[in-house]
């Protein structure tokens, strides 16, 4: 209770310390709108469904693309760790182009898809994909060797060892190479959205990308909020239970 | 087979070494681990293997488990030659080795269910028996972190034991515990064997742990790794670590110990 109370009150002094700026007359409102009319544009937006749609356009394709990114990344990380071969080649390539911003697979998307859905989400598994392949093979490298011997003397060896033994040890890396993931595809959806002005679906993204076109500073900040806070809600929904279910088992993340 | 049959466990196997040599080559130096070692262990006997540090007693363990492969000589466990790890004869190592992923049942389980011919709940039933042997059944849904040192070795004997192994290796796995629980585990150990014949391979650097356990004890130099002399232990049981006889024979063995290493140059 203490805690919610004090997380509380700093986002409350946050606001105000906003709001005396904008009172302060610093810049022009058209540039800092104040925290009352960005509440009124969230409210309206809210009430007139515009946000919602928005927001589940954008997660249903943020879904789709960072499941196939996992799909895709988790074996071929699993590969390079377990193949000199797959080492050597996809896991060079895949320290290339994890290097390589997201944003950057842009234009080679909209002249390969146009401006459609799949080049959207192109992008995001682009994104997702390499940093994914890279944890999954820095986990496996980074089990403890006797795990790997003490299961070959009771004889698991093979796809058991795999899925026995090497997954559920890699774990904790595995779950932290599926938050980068998800951080990259979130960055990745986001670039693609302001960038792909397709008409199939407005996400968040696009309604920033109007908000700027339309000098609406109240929505692109109001838009920013709930991008913010969709990234919070995910990491306490989706990423805290695990992690959580992790320190209780392996001992860990005691203060 | 039965469930009885499971709890009772095959007999325990013979173990003979046979001129094993072992170099380790890395690009910066070659070790000489092991230099033509030959060495006969009986049917249920209990041996220790002792010597300084770098004595390549473990790497003969490891060489027995399966786990390394000799560069010259063999291994044979029961007239059949050792070329892979197998759950006729498991090992114990310094560190537990302990799965964090799963709970104090679940790694007794492991090796068992790795094991042909069980249903389910006989496996239950095994690993549940073991845990009462190594006085842990309480602890069965543990998490590994939640047990102490002791604890987490005795988890790791039970592991060892429930798939009803015919050899026990063990790699200095009390080194890491305290003087106290280790005297526990002695007795644990010796009430433990006397119960369950096993054949078991004990390294050590400790001279009166060899001493307590050990039907006999193996004494190792290093540079190349040798068998340099054996002793007979023929010491009652259940032995006490701290008793006059049993001190007297660990004079006699680390003598002979400080009179091989005096020999050897300087490091």
């Known amino acids: ?255 | 087979m039965s469930l009885q049959e499971e709890l009772i466990g095959p007999p325990p196997a013979k173990l003979i070494v046979d001129n094993v040599s072992k170099w380790f080559r890395t690009t910066r130096q070659t070790v000489h681990a092991l230099d033509k070692v030959s060495l006969n262990i009986g049917e249920g006997e209990f041996v220790c293997l002792v010597g300084p540090s770098g004595c390549g007693k473990s790497t003969l363990l490891d060489i027995i488990s399966g786990l390394e492969v000799p560069d010259e000589g063999r291994v044979m466990a029961d007239n059949e030659p050792v070329l892979n790890p197998g759950r006729h004869r498991l090992v114990m190592f310094q560190e537990s080795a302990l799965f964090p992923w799963l709970d104090v049942t679940g790694n007794v389980m492991f090796g068992l269910k790795l094991k042909p011919g069980l249903r389910n709940k006989e496996r239950l039933e095994v690993a549940k028996f073991f845990l009462q042997l190594v006085g842990l059944e309480k602890f069965s849904a543990a998490h590994v972190h939640e047990l102490s040192g002791g604890m987490k070795q005795r988890v790791a004997l039970a592991r060892a034991l429930a798939p009803n192994p015919r050899v026990l290796l063990m790699d200095e796995p009390f080194a890491a515990l305290d003087a106290l629980t280790r005297e526990q585990l002695y007795s644990d150990i010796q009430r433990i064997w006397q119960k369950r014949r096993k054949t078991i391979v004990f390294v050590t650097h400790n001279v009166r742990e060899a001493v307590c356990l050990a039907d006999r004890v193996i004494l190792f130099s290093r540079n190349p790794g040798r068998i340099r002399e054996q002793f007979d232990i023929p010491l009652p049981r259940p032995r006490d670590i701290n008793s006059i006889e049993l001190a007297e024979h660990a004079g006699q063995i680390t003598r002979a110990l400080k009179g091989h290493a005096d020999g050897e140059v300087a490091e």
């Open chain 1, 1 to 255: 209770m203490r805690r919610v109370l004090l997380a509380s009150l700093f986002f409350a002094i946050l606001v105000a310390a906003w709001h005396f700026i904008v009172r302060a007359n610093i810049w022009s409102p058209v540039l800092l709108p104040s925290p009352q009319s960005v509440g009124e544009y969230l409210l309206g937006a809210a009430r007139d469904g515009t946000l919602l749609q928005a927001t589940i356009v954008t997660v249903r394709r943020l879904m789709i693309g960072y499941l196939i990114g996992i799909a895709i990344g988790l074996p071929l990380g699993l590969f390079t760790s377990a193949f000199k071969f797959m080492e050597d080649t996809v896991g060079v390539l895949a320290l290339g182009l994890q290097t390589l911003p997201s944003v950057c697979w842009i234009p080679l998307a909209l002249l390969w898809f146009g401006q459609t859905e799949s080049a959207m989400l192109f992008v995001v598994i682009m994104g997702t994909v390499w940093s994914v392949v890279i944890a999954t093979d820095t986990g496996v490298r980074n089990i403890p060797p006797i795990y790997a011997r003490a299961a070959r003397t009771m004889g698991s060896r093979g796809l058991h060892k795999w899925t026995k033994v090497i997954l559920p040890a890699s774990l904790p890396y595995l779950v932290s190479g599926m938050k980068q993931g998800w951080a990259f595809a979130w960055r990745s959806l986001m670039a693609a959205e302001i960038y792909v002005t397709i008409l199939t679906g407005f996400g968040l993204g696009h309604l920033l990308h109007y908000g700027r076109e339309l000098h609406a500073m109240d929505q692109v900040i109001g838009v920013m909020l709930v991008i913010v806070l969709i990234g919070l809600l995910t990491d306490k929904i989706l990423f805290a239970p695990i992690e959580r279910f992790l320190h209780r088992r392996w001992g860990t993340g005691l203060r």
